[in-house]
């Protein structure tokens, strides 16, 4: 299961998986019944969630609403450290993630759009390079495992500076590895060099240490929250969440 699950993921183009992965999930949830481990997302309850990436994660990937540990910990953030749930609030869902589309939708206090140069998933095609709506636009913006793929990850961060509402917040994920300073060199194309260097084909730079404050060159504020060492441990185990996470949360600067 581990290799076949990192050989597809590695080489199945992303938007045919995002099509077809909900349904081939289902079918491998019929043989995962447990309640050892809870999805807080979608409420199931499995012996243990499917495991998951290029090296493949045991305990990782809920077969019911595909959410993975960083989107575990995502929700229970939202939810327990800010207002997205009850206040009016209008949302760009940058790279929208399947398990939170269907239920950011159907929250009547949201206004929420998603967006992407390539998802089939996204309602708005966009370049976060150049995002067509005015400034002071959006109250909350999304972007998790997006700037790692990027051009200019400055020149997005910039637009979602501009686009931020004052008092305007959002959380920005990307992989982070232990160096002391992110790795990028434009100049690499072939896929199978990007792999080596910065960990994925279709990444063009390998975030370390500095994220937040190479970030906090475009203009956002970024705070680095470890709202995961604050939980329960059974909390963690039961909701297989990551625990050396930091949630990113970036708000509109000057």
């Not at 609030?89 to 939170?100: D, G, N, R, S, T």
Request: hydrophobic share 40%; charged share 30%.
């Amino acid at each position: 299961m581990k290799s076949i699950i990192s050989f597809v993921i590695r080489y199945v183009p992303r938007p045919f998986l995002q099509k077809v992965s909900p349904f081939i999930m289902k079918l491998a949830s019929l043989f995962n019944q447990g309640n050892d481990v809870t999805c807080p997302v979608c409420e199931s309850h499995y012996k243990k969630f499917l495991p998951y990436g290029r090296v493949a994660r045991e305990n990782a990937l809920c077969p019911n609403c595909l959410a993975l540990e960083r989107h575990r910990l995502m929700w229970l953030f939202l939810k327990e450290k800010t207002n997205f749930f009850s206040s009016s609030l209008k949302v760009l869902h940058v790279a929208p993630e399947h398990c939170f589309i269907d239920r950011f939708e159907k929250l009547s206090n949201l206004d929420y759009i998603t967006a992407d140069i390539e998802s089939p998933l996204a309602k708005i095609k966009m370049d976060v390079h150049q995002i067509p709506f005015p400034a002071d636009t959006f109250d909350v913006i999304f972007c998790n495992h997006v700037l790692e793929h990027v051009e200019d990850d400055l020149l997005a961060c910039s637009e979602f500076n501009r686009v931020l509402k004052p008092g305007g917040w959002g959380i920005l994920q990307s992989p982070v590895y232990d160096l002391e300073k992110t790795i990028e060199d434009k100049s690499i194309t072939d896929p199978a060099e990007r792999e080596r260097l910065f960990g994925q084909r279709d990444h063009v730079r390998k975030f370390g240490k500095d994220y937040a404050e190479r970030l906090r060159g475009s203009g956002l504020e970024i705070e680095e929250n470890f709202f995961v060492k604050d939980l329960p441990q059974e909390i963690v185990k039961r909701f297989a969440l990551p625990e050396n996470e930091v949630i990113f949360v970036c708000r509109k600067g000057n």
